[in-house]
């Protein structure tokens, strides 16, 4: 390093799965200095290659800088990992997969331990770690404080956008995102059941789906948004609940002759003739949100 090459921030990394090599690579690619430890030593030969210090336990590791990055496989693993580790004077960013509450509960216990605590949700997978082109980003949440001081160097695998200082919400936010994509998942699902034994090609089809699905989703999720903030599901409604309720006959009927079960629609179908039974005919399909909602 000359002396006009600003120091790159020492980082920490726990977890050398797909994941975490991915984003050890970058941080390394970058100039961090970088320190590694997994609990399989093995994983840990393809960063060292690559420059990473390896740690023979992950206290060495932690202890060898003050930014610690964790990206084990889920919460029970980062408990045992760091079990007995001393965390006093560290920046903790775990960006395992968790839930809202087990993330603000890790941030409780970190925090008892001296420890700052940011967490985070990754959107992306690990191809589009370090190619700013593929979209990829992490959520975080927690203290923004912390995000602020790591911002560039968080930065380096894949973009970063704050969702709040509850840590909770970058898991809750990486959630919502992917339970959406499993519902997606389960329309297109259906819709290739639908043609999967007739002389239609597969390949052909795809860009159709993917292009109606597309067009839909954008003002769709917008309009419902507005409309849960502002409370009026009536107002401009274009296709109301009533009609659509009406044409839910003609997808199931669609479905048997086709000889494809209904069982991912049916769930969807059966909440909107909820929600026309009280009443919200003359709604869009936002009060769907409402009847989902315990208590
Ligand atoms: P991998 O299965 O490839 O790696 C899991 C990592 O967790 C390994 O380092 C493994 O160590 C470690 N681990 C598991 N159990 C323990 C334990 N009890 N103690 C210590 N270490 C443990 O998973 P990924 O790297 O793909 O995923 C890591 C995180 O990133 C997950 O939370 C995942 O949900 C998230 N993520 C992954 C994406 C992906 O596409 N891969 C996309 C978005 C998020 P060992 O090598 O010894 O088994």
């Known amino acids: 390093m000359t002396a006009n090459t ?10 050398l799965g ?106 992306a997978v690990p191809p589009m770690v370090g ?20 911002r560039a160097t968080l930065a380096v695998p894949v973009g970063t956008r704050y969702v709040g200082a509850d840590a909770g919400f970058a898991a809750l936010h990486d959630v919502a995102l992917l339970s959406a994509m499993y519902g997606m998942f389960a329309g297109a699902a259906h819709a290739f059941a639908l043609i999967r034994r007739e002389d239609i090609d597969p390949v052909a089809f795809a860009p159709l789906l993917g292009e109606w699905i597309g067009a839909m989703a954008g003002p769709a999720v917008r309009q419902t948004a507005a409309r849960l903030k502002d409370g009026d599901y009536t107002t401009d409604v274009v296709s109301n609940l ?15 002759g086709q000889g494809v079960s209904p069982e991912l629609l049916r769930p969807y179908f059966e909440l909107m003739r909820r929600r026309l039974d009280v009443g919200s005919g003359e709604e869009d399909l936002t009060g769907v949100v409402d009847l989902l909602l315990f208590g």
């Open 18 to 123: 797909a994941m975490g090599t991915a984003l050890g690579r970058t941080w390394l690619a970058a100039g961090h200095p970088l320190t590694v430890w997994n609990r399989s030593p093995a994983r840990a030969e393809a960063l060292a290659a690559e420059g990473a210090k390896v740690a023979g336990s992950a206290a060495g590791a932690v202890a060898a800088s003050a930014l610690l990055v964790v990206c084990l496989l889920d919460d029970d693993s980062v408990g045992a990992a760091l079990d007995g580790v001393d965390l006093t004077g560290k920046d903790l960013v775990n960006l395992t997969t968790t839930t809202p509450a087990q993330a603000r509960a890790r941030a409780v216990w970190a925090e008892a331990r001296g420890a700052r605590y940011l967490d985070g949700g990754i959107m």
């Open 131 to 150: 190619v700013p082109e593929a979209g990829g980003y992490v959520f975080y949440s927690g203290s923004r404080e912390l995000f602020e001081l790591h």
């Open 242 to 256: 009533a009609m659509q309720v009406a044409g839910t006959p003609t997808f199931l009927a669609t479905a048997e």
């Open 6 to 15: 600003p120091e790159k921030t020492p980082v920490t990394l726990l977890g």
